[in-house]
Every structure is written in C-alpha cells, then in structure tokens.
C-alpha cells in the first residue's frame, strides 16, 4: 500500500495592476508580501510553502501543505485578505500527486464567516 497523496492548497491570485502607482512601482508588490507572510507562518509551523510561486495566465499561484485541509484553505483565505492583493483570488484543493495545478476543488476566498 502506497502513502496518501498530501493535501496541497493552491492560491490563485488575478494579476491585476494596482491603479494609480507610479510608472516605476512595482506592479505586483503584493506578491513579495504574500510570500513574506507565507515564509511566516512556515517559520511558526502553520503550513508549509510546497513550491515556489508562478504565474499561470492571468494569474499568480502560490502553493500552500504542511497541515489539513481546513487549515490550509484558512491560510489562504488570509492571504486573500493581506492589504494590497487583489480581490477575485480563489483556492483549488488538490494534493502533491496531481499532474498539473488547477485541477481540484475551487473555493472562493476569503471564506466567509458562517
């Protein structure tokens, strides 16, 4: 019997340009912030960064494990709510044995408080 397939969350972002910066801002600051605070809570044992962040289309993908599943999606619907990143970002539940990203189950962020 093989091993289970860990969870991994993954975080898609839109990359929309912020309105109003200056020519040489950085379009997409954000992205540093969020891997800042996903390098964070890796630091304090919350969840683990599982690969390096990408860009895929129209979007930035960040990849959180490390934890279960309800506590990966909390993880980034905190990401959805950090100052500076876009709305419209979104979560795909999928795990560490799919062939490519965007495969799993979509989640809207940040999840709503029920």
């Known amino acids: 019997m093989g ?7 993954e975080i898609h972002v839109p990359l929309h340009r912020a309105s ?3 020519d040489d801002a950085c379009a997409f600051s954000w992205i540093e ?21 990408e860009e895929d289309g129209d979007a930035y993908v960040f990849f959180v494990t490390g934890a279960g599943e309800k506590e990966l999606l909390a993880v980034a619907s905190r990401v959805a709510a950090l100052q500076g990143v876009p709305p419209g970002a979104f979560a795909v539940v999928s ?3 799919a062939e490519e990203f965007g495969l799993g189950r ?9």
């Open 3 to 9: 091993t289970m397939p860990t969870t991994v969350v």
């Open 20 to 22: 109003n910066l200056p």
């Open 33 to 53: 912030d969020v891997e800042d605070f996903l390098a964070g809570l890796e630091e304090q044992g919350e969840a683990e960064v599982f690969d390096d962040g």
């Open 95 to 97: 795990d560490d044995e």
């Open 106 to 114: 979509r989640v809207a962020l940040p999840l709503s408080r029920t």
